[in-house]
C-alpha cells in the first residue's frame, strides 16, 4: 500500500475538515493551528484530540428527512421494516444487496451519517490519524505534567483502538495503523481479524492503566476506567465469535474461540466487580419501568445516565433534536408536519414483536411459541388474532413497541392515541402516501425513545417545546451488555448455563436472570437452561434488552445466523389490526384507546427482498471502490 495511508489520512482530514486544500502537517484541522500551536500546552494538545468527537458515529441523532434516508441501519435487520421504496433510498438498495448507493456510489456505506465524503471508514481513518499524532508526539508538548501526559494518552489509545475496532468489525482485519504514515513508506500490509484484535488490545489495556476513575463534571463523557475496561469485554467477544475466525480469504461459518470466551467473560466481571468497588457514576439500573424508560431519554439538563459507559457527550441543538423525531422515530399521524421528515421511517416488524415472552398461567414468562404462554395466535389462514396475545407480556415490550389504539402522547393537551389499525388514520396515510412503499406498514411503532410530548402540536404554538423536553443520545456500550456479554461468552465456553469455573461468580443464567429481574421478568425456566436451548434463550434476552440500539446488524454477522433470520427474500411479516368499535376504526374521535378492542392477522410482505441470507459475502463489507483504487495491495474482502 506505498503511499496509500497516508494518502487517504490526508484526504480525509482535508475533505472532512478544512475549506482549502492546505497541508495537513501545517494546519490543525480543529483549532487552525500550526503544529507548533498544537504542541503548546495541555490544553491545546487535548483541543487537538477532542476532534475525534465529531467523527463518532451518532447511530440515534439524524438531521432531517435526506440524511434519514441513508442512515438508519437498524432497518437492515429483522428489527425494523423501511417504509421507503425508492432507488435513491440507501435501505432499500441495501436490503437488495448493493452496498453502495445510486446517489452517493462510493462515498456510502452502512453508518453513513453525514453529507460529503464521511463514510465510516473516512473518519475512522482521520481519528486514527489524530491519536497517531497526539501518542507519538506528546513529548514536544512545552507545558504539560505527568498526569496530564497520562490522561492525555489514556483517551488517545481508547480512540485510537475504538475507531479501529468499528473498522475490522466491519471489514475483517486491517492493516495496522500505529503511526502517522507518510508518502513514499513502503506498502503496509493487511493482517488478519485475529492480528488486527491482538494490536488495538494492547491499546485498550494502556487506556484502562491510564485513565481516571471519574472524571470532574466539566468532562463528563470523556472515556475513563469504567469505559475502557466495558469495550475491553466488548471487543474480546466479538473477537471470539464465529465471523471472526475467518482469515482475510474466506467467510465460512466457524465456532466459537472458546479460549477467548472465557477471557471476555472474565473481563465482563471484572469490568462489573470495578463498577461495584469504585466511585464510577456507573450502576445498573434497578427500580421501577419509568426508571428504566429513563435509560433511553434523558431531561434536558442532563448528558449521561449511570447506565452509560460509553457514549457520545455531544448536545444535539433544538432543531436537530426536532429532525431526529420526525425523520428517524416519529409518525405523520401525531406529527401532522409537512415535508417528508415529518414520516415515521421504520416499524418494528411482527418476528422482532414475537421475541417477547407472555406470562402464562403459573406465572412465569415462555416464549411465546411454547404453549404454557397462552398465546393464540393467528388461525391456518393467518387470520382472527385475540388482542389477548399482546397482554401480559414482557414489560419492556410496551416500553419499546406502540401498538394500535395505545396512548402515544398529548396534543394540545388532550391525550392522543395512535391509529394504526386497518383504515384508521395512520394506515390509511401509508397506504396513500407518496414517500412510503405504500405496504411496508407492520402494524407496531417505535416507542423506546419516546416521551408524552414529543410532538410538534404539544403546544397550539407549533413550537419546539414537546421536541426538546428531553434529549436522545447515542449511548455504545451501557452495563447491562457487561451482563449479557458475561452471559453469552461464558456460555459459549463451557457449554454450561447452570454453572461456573472456579474464578466466576456468576452462571450465564444468573447474569440473564438479573437483566430480567429488573423489569419484573421471572427466571428463565429450568428447560431453557439445558445446553441445546439456552444460546437461542441468551440470544433472545440480548435482542429484548438491547432492542434498537444498534446491535442486532453486529449480532447477526458476528454469529454468522444471517442465513437463518432471513430465510426468504423479507422477514417483514405485516400485522393487520382489526378494531372492533366501528367507524372507529376508520379514524373517528374516542374517548380512550384502551377501550377499543381489536383482532388481528398476519400478512407476508413482499415489498423489499433481502438477500443477506443466499451468501455469505454479506458477512463482510466490502471496501468502497475508491479505497481499493488507492491501495495498492487493499484485497477486495471475498465474493466482491
Known amino acids: 500500500m506505498k503511499r496509500t495511508i497516508y494518502s487517504m489520512l490526508a484526504a480525509s482530514v482535508l475533505c472532512l475538515s478544512m475549506t482549502s486544500c492546505e497541508k495537513y502537517l501545517d494546519k490543525s484541522p480543529d483549532l487552525g493551528l500550526d503544529e507548533s500551536t498544537i504542541y503548546a500546552n495541555y490544553e491545546s494538545i487535548r483541543g487537538f484530540l477532542d476532534e475525534c468527537y465529531p467523527l463518532l458515529e451518532r447511530w440515534n441523532m439524524q438531521y432531517g428527512a435526506g440524511l434519514s434516508r441513508n442512515a438508519n441501519p437498524m432497518a437492515n435487520t429483522d428489527e425494523l ?181 472465557l477471557e471476555a467473560a472474565k473481563a465482563a466481571q471484572e469490568c462489573l466487580d470495578f463498577i461495584e468497588n469504585n466511585d464510577t457514576g456507573r450502576k445498573f439500573t434497578q427500580g421501577t419501568m419509568e426508571d428504566y424508560a429513563g435509560i433511553f431519554i434523558l431531561p434536558t439538563t442532563t448528558f449521561m445516565h449511570e447506565e452509560y459507559l460509553w457514549w457520545d457527550r455531544r448536545k444535539m441543538t433544538d432543531d436537530e433534536q426536532a429532525n431526529t423525531i420526525r425523520a428517524f422515530w416519529q409518525w405523520i399521524d401525531f406529527d401532522k408536519n409537512t415535508g417528508p421528515d415529518a414520516q415515521g421511517f421504520a416499524c418494528p416488524t411482527s418476528e422482532i414483536v414475537k421475541l417477547y415472552e407472555r406470562k402464562g398461567s403459573d406465572g412465569s414468562y415462555y416464549p411465546i411459541t411454547d404453549s404454557r404462554s397462552g398465546y393464540v395466535g393467528t388461525d391456518a389462514d393467518g387470520k382472527n388474532g385475540p388482542w389477548s396475545d399482546f397482554t401480559d ?59 408524552e410530548e414529543a410532538s410538534h402540536f404539544y403546544t397550539t404554538a407549533h413550537d419546539n417545546t414537546g421536541y426538546n423536553m428531553y434529549r436522545i443520545k447515542s449511548f455504545y456500550i451501557r452495563v447491562t451488555e457487561m451482563y449479557l456479554d458475561y452471559a453469552e461468552a461464558l456460555f459459549e465456553a463451557t457449554g454450561d448455563a447452570v454453572s461456573a469455573p472456579d474464578g466466576f461468580k456468576m452462571t450465564p443464567a444468573d447474569a440473564i436472570n438479573k437483566v430480567r429481574a429488573r423489569v419484573g421478568v421471572t427466571p428463565v425456566v429450568s428447560d431453557y437452561l439445558t445446553s441445546e436451548r439456552f444460546r437461542d434463550t441468551y440470544r433472545r434476552e440480548r435482542e429484548v434488552e438491547l432492542m434498537f440500539e444498534r446491535h442486532r446488524w453486529e449480532d447477526l454477522r458476528r454469529w454468522m445466523i444471517l442465513d437463518e433470520v432471513f430465510k426468504s427474500d423479507t422477514p417483514i411479516t405485516n400485522t393487520i389490526w382489526t378494531c372492533d368499535q366501528g367507524n372507529n376504526a376508520n379514524g373517528a374521535s374516542f374517548n380512550d384507546g384502551k377501550d377499543l378492542t381489536f383482532t388481528y392477522r398476519e400478512e407476508r410482505n413482499t415489498v423489499e427482498n433481502r438477500v443477506f441470507g443466499k451468501n455469505n459475502k454479506y458477512y463482510l463489507y466490502p471496501f468502497p471502490g475508491a479505497e481499493i483504487g488507492s491501495l495498492y495491495n487493499l484485497k477486495q474482502n471475498p465474493g466482491w
Request: contains cysteine; glycine residues 6%.
Open 81 to 261: 421494516a423501511s417504509m421507503m421504496s425508492t432507488n435513491n433510498w440507501v435501505a432499500n438498495n441495501f436490503n437488495q444487496g448493493n452496498w453502495y448507493s445510486v446517489t452517493r456510489q462510493n462515498n456510502w456505506e452502512v453508518g453513513f451519517t453525514a453529507g460529503g465524503n464521511t463514510t465510516v471508514i473516512n473518519k475512522a481513518y482521520l481519528a486514527i490519524r489524530i491519536a497517531n499524532k497526539v501518542i507519538n508526539n506528546i513529548s514536544n508538548v512545552a507545558v504539560i505534567t505527568d498526569d496530564e501526559k497520562k490522561l492525555i494518552l489514556g483517551q488517545a489509545y481508547f480512540y485510537r483502538a475504538w475507531f479501529y475496532y468499528n473498522l475490522i468489525t466491519r471489514y475483517g482485519g486491517m492493516p495496522i495503523l500505529d503511526k502517522v504514515f507518510d508518502a513514499g513508506e513502503d506498502d503496509i500490509p493487511r493482517v488478519t481479524y485475529r492480528e488486527s484484535h491482538n494490536w488495538m488490545m494492547q491499546d485498550i489495556e494502556k487506556a484502562i492503566e491510564l485513565l481516571p476513575v471519574l472524571w470532574d463534571d466539566s468532562n463528563y463523557g470523556r472515556p475513563d476506567k469504567a469505559a475502557a475496561m466495558g469495550f475491553k469485554a466488548q471487543a474480546i467477544l466479538y473477537a471470539a465469535s464465529p465471523l471472526f475466525q475467518n482469515d482475510l480469504e474466506s467467510t465460512i461459518k466457524k465456532e466459537y474461540d472458546k479460549d477467548l470466551c
Open 393 to 451: 407480556r414482557d414489560p419492556r415490550m410496551y416500553n419499546n413497541i406502540l401498538l394500535p389504539g395505545q396512548r402515544w402522547g398529548n396534543k394540545d393537551g388532550v391525550p392522543y392515541y395512535i391509529t394504526s389499525w386497518e383504515n384508521g388514520s395512520a394506515y390509511n396515510r401509508v397506504k396513500t402516501g407518496s414517500e412510503t412503499s405504500k405496504k411496508q406498514f407492520t402494524g407496531f411503532l417505535c416507542h423506546k425513545y419516546f416521551w
